[in-house]
């Protein structure tokens, strides 16, 4: 069955890659068709570089990434046929190790150590199965689930043996085809029938779909009761918080999990965007940077997510009274942007790095009232016009136009992420993604309406001859709006009239010479506009030259 078979071992132990080359030599599998390294990054090249039949991998890899991320880069980007055997090994039998696997779901996994039999058994196994059921893995790998459903009901007359893989192939393919009442009656048969905790987890999953959500959470919970550490239970669970508003409890759920099994890159992630929903940021930024160290190298890594750092670092130097933290944290965000590079192989990741890197010093510059640079980038990220494909990245773009105050753009480029969030292929994934998304959408349009209001008080109560009112509500209007270009004009008004008493004459001077550079470079001004702006703003630095000299007097 397995001769003629090419083979692929990963394992960054040289000695348990002789043993298992031997062990398959043993069995006939000649040096010929057994190819081997001890670089988990390598192996991932190797597997797009050539086709493999069997792929055996080990769990616990020192270099690079570990063989759970091999296994769902193989999968995630479909590295091997549909038929192709992935089989992880380890000598770590440990708690966290086996719900990993539950959650992975490689063909097979095995213990080391183990005999030479055992090894060419359980992988002949494996195959035997994955070639008869060649036509319905297809189907599956190419997202054709009603032809799966059809296939299933075939192959588990012709098949027999197989009978409780198929059944676990059909009830995920009648969740995925959106069947969501078969598939509660499918799952509630099914529970009649055997004691394995699949139909119980995949019942849950159907009344969860139906928004049966009560009685889901009831399903779970029971599982949980009896077996505390089952991974799929409990992530559903907390799905099913998601989806109810109840996110900090979502998070906690999460959060033990991630305890029973630290490995899981996407839970880091998942976490990271609740701790953004619920604005804390800096743990969003911890959770962010654990992700971004896990998957660096694979097709998980997000230029998105790595700014993602950056912004939760600013979010949280906003949010914090401490002086010294707030200090901390904005000398980690200027950090980390200046860290930012353009790179990628590929044109595509090239243009995400290089608007990650943009957007990041934009935010920067906006948030600190460096307003030159800020519109200078956001002109150049207007420019360019290739379709971004990263939710995180148009998350961040989005947010660069909220904190400018620009409501159009922001809503354009919010109905873009909001479009990009469907596309993850991991429901808990997409529905934290979701949260962070409202969580933001409320966070700037707070933001918005606060500066638009202060604008409308500021005209009224300028058009009420009330200019040291006016003046107020102006220049806090600006640090929330501060490409509204009406408002720029009014600040240079009012300060040629009566110069601002709550702020120091520098902080006068930056806020008007980005007014002045705003009013300037925008293509809405009539010349005539223009022109006044111009000699208001010579006569604000007039009027702020002689607050120096009675300051310095």
């Not at 009603?146 to 009978?163: E, F, N, V």
């Not at 743990?283 to 997510?305: D, L």
Request: charged share 25%.
């Amino acid at each position: 069955m397995l001769k003629g078979k090419k083979f692929l071992l990963i394992d960054d132990c040289n000695t348990a890659i002789s043993l298992m080359r031997s062990m398959l030599n043993s069995f006939g599998i000649t040096n010929d068709f057994i190819e081997s390294t001890t670089d988990s990054l390598k192996a991932i090249r190797m597997m797009v570089s050539h086709t493999y039949d069997v792929v055996i991998c080990d769990y616990n890899m020192r270099h690079n990434i570990d063989g759970g991320l091999i296994f769902d880069e193989a999968k995630r980007r479909q590295l091997l046929p549909s038929d192709g055997v992935f089989i992880c090994v380890t000598g770590d039998n440990t708690q966290q190790v086996v719900s990993h696997f539950i959650e992975l779901e490689p063909d097979d996994y095995l213990i080391k150590p183990f005999s030479a039999a055992k090894f060419y058994e359980r992988i002949e196994r494996v195959a035997e199965r994955k070639s008869a059921l060649y036509p319905l893995l297809l189907a599956i790998d190419n997202k054709e689930y009603q032809t799966a459903i059809g296939l299933c009901k075939r192959y588990k007359i012709s098949y027999p043996d197989y009978a409780g893989y198929i059944d676990r192939i059909n009830g995920d393919c009648l969740l995925r085809s959106e069947r969501h009442l078969e598939a509660k009656k499918f799952y509630e048969e099914a529970c009649q029938k055997t004691d394995h905790l699949w139909p119980r987890v995949g019942y849950g999953q159907a009344l969860k779909e139906l928004g049966q959500l009560k009685e889901a959470e009831s399903v779970f919970q029971e599982i949980l009761n009896k077996y505390p550490k089952q991974p799929l239970a409990r992530k559903h669970l907390a799905g099913c918080l998601m989806v109810s508003d109840r996110v900090p409890e979502a998070l906690e759920q999460f959060n033990i999990l991630h305890k029973v099994n630290s490995a899981n890159p996407l839970r880091e992630l998942i976490i990271a965007n609740l701790y953004a929903a619920l604005q804390q940021h800096k743990n969003a930024a911890i959770g962010y940077q654990r992700y971004t160290s896990k998957v660096s190298g694979t097709s998980r890594f997000s230029y998105g997510v790595n700014l993602n750092i950056s912004v939760s670092l600013m979010l949280a130097s906003i949010y914090t009274e401490d002086v010294a933290e707030h200090t901390e944290l904005v000398k980690e965000a200027r950090h980390n942007i200046h860290e930012q590079r353009i790179v990628g192989e590929a044109d595509e990741e090239r243009y995400e790095s290089e608007i990650s890197a943009l957007v990041g010093v934009a935010i920067f510059a906006c948030l600190h009232g460096d307003i030159e640079n800020c519109f200078t980038i956001v002109n150049k990220v207007n420019s360019l016009n290739k379709p971004l494909t990263d939710y995180y990245t148009v998350l961040n773009v989005a947010r660069l136009y909220g904190f400018c105050g620009m409501p159009d753009k922001y809503e354009q480029t919010m109905q873009m992420a909001r479009e990009l969030c469907a596309l993850s292929d991991d429901d808990a994934l997409i529905q934290s993604q979701v949260k962070l998304l409202e969580a933001c959408h409320a966070e700037i349009n707070q933001r918005l309406t606060r500066g638009n209001k202060l604008v409308e008080q500021a005209f009224e109560k300028r058009k009420n001859n009330r200019a040291t009112e006016a003046i107020e509500d102006a220049y806090r209007a600006f640090h929330m709006v501060p490409f509204h270009y009406r408002l720029c004009f009014l600040i240079l008004e009012l300060t040629a009239l009566a110069t601002p008493s709550f702020l120091t004459p520098k902080e006068v001077e930056a806020v008007i010479y980005s007014c002045h550079w705003v009013y300037q470079n925008d293509t809405r001004p009539t010349a005539a506009e223009v022109k006044q702006a111009d000699e208001f703003y010579r006569v604000a630095l007039q009027r702020i030259g002689n607050m120096s000299k009675v300051s310095i007097a």
